[in-house]
């Protein structure tokens, strides 16, 4: 197993993180009401803390002497790896919610998984996000379920926003030859055993929601390899890159 | 219009002719901390329900590791003394120094009270 596929790992752990705590910041001082403006900036907030172990550990790992903030800061979209239901826009807030379950779904799975990796660096980042993920997915879940099971307006919303997300959950679950190595070394779970725990745990939810879950197992792919990102990253980055880009270096 | 007993008797109550707006209720959080004995009262939050009020008081009130346990109480369930009952409730004491227990000597055995 190369250190070239641990990188790529990595990266996409920290880029997951980086490209969806960006996402989450952009609600910062403009979310409905106060205590979800404060819990969402906390929520945001933890996922870049997790962002400077990843990618600080995919530096290390690269050996070019890259630091969390040059992989944040410096690569362009083609070089990130993190799946497109990161990405995609915030829409209303019925919709960043419904984005924020299904990733925290998936993400407290994984990281669940990952505290048994056999990369002790590894294994302790996944200690120490699990404990915050966990709460991540209990908030955005009460959240799916309160809108979901709200009002007939709200409703239509959750629905609409599951409808429009639900393609890009596949991608988490569908292995490439980068997750086959690193399952192989012991580093990270084989994804598709993930699934039925992801399944039920969402059907759960849904079911409290009253929301259907769309009947398709299409999913969109070419955000964790890099092959093809939506067109939001772009956009994204050049907000979250520009300062950087402007003045390379700068630090307070 | 003040209703007596609320915890806020110097805001206004609702006019109850206006249309009344959806807002979630109001919760009193209090916040036992690392090292102290009691919950103390720390501010105050909306959210539509008890489940809700303590997330979000764990947001909004724990995040430079204040507590390690949270309260959270439905402000309208608070009954409060009223601010024009000053005089009559807390004057009279003024006074009476000798109701501190502060004359006695403390036998060392007893410790810290």
Known sequence: MSDKATFEFLCRMGDNTLVLGHRVSEWCGVAPVLEEDIALANTALDLIGQTQMWLGLAGEIEGRGRTADDLAMTRDAWDFRNVLLAEQPNGDFGQTMMRQFLFDAWHLAMLQALTRSCDTRVAEIAAKAVKEVRYHVERSGDTVIGLGDGTEESHRRMQAALDLLWPYVGEMFIPDAVDDAMAEAGIAPDLTELRAGFDSHVGSVMEAATLTIPDTDFAHKGGKSGFRHSEHLGHMLTQMQWLQRAYPGASW | ?113
């Open chain 2, 1 to 113: 219009m003040s209703a007596p007993n609320s915890a806020y008797p110097d805001i206004p109550e609702a006019q109850p002719e206006k249309p009344k707006r959806h807002e979630w209720p109001l919760w009193e959080i209090f916040i036992r901390g690392q090292h102290g004995m009691s919950h103390r009262h720390v501010g105050s939050l909306h959210a539509p329900d008890a489940e809700m009020a303590i997330k979000n008081a764990r947001d909004v009130y724990t995040r430079r590791n204040e507590g390690v346990s949270i309260w959270a109480v439905e402000a309208r369930h608070i009954a409060a003394s009223s601010p024009g009952d000053k005089g009559p409730f807390y004057e009279p004491s003024e006074s009476k120094v000798y109701r501190h227990p502060t004359f006695f000597d403390i036998p060392d055995e007893v410790g810290a009270m």
